[in-house]
């Protein structure tokens, strides 16, 4: 750093070429190191964190440059900094949130998440606030993307429950396809005529995927008898006199809208082959 005992011109000479020298190892660590690594989220958390350090060490040597006394110097910051702190409490309070979010990861970039009433996909996790790209919405139904954005400070994080619908362990959600059909349907036919269906398409997928899921919650408390490798049928008594046949099945939460449009003709297709089986709601009795 810049001696106290030099002059203003050679202090600044000297701050400058610290500050070349620093965005320089910035440059060269983000090219050179972290353009290397493969995970987007990580790299781009890492770039944020050097972004971040590096900031503070250039006001460290502008400081130093500044003041040749460093008490004056820290003692004006801290000044500064108390009433900067009290003029905008929930920038701060977005930027601990920030340090928060980084580490207990309740979301990163690319995550699927919900938050309050947002629902979308992390594409920024700024130092105040973030951003996701949102899906469904006011004005479609689905998994579709709107087209719209949304921001929100991170200080949201701290007082919202959040859903992570896509976090590292196990990036599945379990999802339903439901049909009403009548009291004097062939329930045996339409479960087998699902499962079949359905395990032709997701089968040996799913039983990857649910051994996953096993194998995470024999690390917990959690009853794990109920969990089924392949794709299972349940029926229940629907409130205006059907039964809704339901098959369910594990899918990434990216594919669940275009797996239920793949899978809904053939499931239709298939169970109409024996209308005196599967009867379904027709005319005023829809």
Do not use: C
């Amino acid at each position: 750093l810049p001696q106290p005992g030099a002059g203003i011109t050679e202090r600044f000479l000297r701050g400058g070429a610290l500050i070349v020298i620093m965005l320089t190892i910035a440059r060269a660590t983000s090219v050179y190191a972290l353009a290397r690594i493969e995970d987007a989220s990580t790299r781009f958390t890492l770039q944020r964190v050097m972004h971040l350090a590096v900031v503070l060490i250039i006001a460290v040597i502008v400081v130093s440059t500044i003041f040749v006394n460093w008490y004056a110097g820290l003692a004006a910051l801290g000044i500064g900094s108390i009433i900067i702190g009290l003029a905008v409490q929930p920038p701060m309070k977005s930027f601990i949130a920030w340090i928060y979010i980084l580490v207990r990861q309740p979301y990163r970039v690319g995550d699927r998440i919900k938050i309050g009433d947002a629902t979308g996909d992390v594409i920024d996790v700024g130092y105040l606030d973030t951003t996701l790209w949102e899906f469904g919405g006011q004005y479609i139904s689905g998994d579709h993307p709107s087209g719209r954005i949304i921001k929100f400070p991170n200080e949201k994080v701290l007082d919202e429950l959040v859903y992570n619908y896509s976090w590292p362990l196990f990036p599945y959600i379990w999802n339903e396809i439901k049909f009403q059909i009548a009291y004097q349907s062939d329930l045996k036919f339409v479960a087998e005529t699902m499962q079949q269906i359905v395990e032709k398409e997701l089968g040996e997928e799913m039983m990857e995927r649910v051994e996953v899921f096993r194998d995470l919650l024999a690390r917990t408390p959690v009853d794990e008898l109920e969990v089924r490798s392949r794709p299972r049928v349940i029926f229940r008594v629907d409130e205006v006199t059907w039964i809704d046949a339901i098959v369910r099945y594990l899918v990434s939460p990216r594919e669940a809208g275009s797996i239920k449009t793949r899978l809904i003709p053939k499931l239709l297709a298939a169970l109409n082959t024996q209308p005196d089986k599967v009867m379904f709601p027709a005319g005023a009795n829809r």
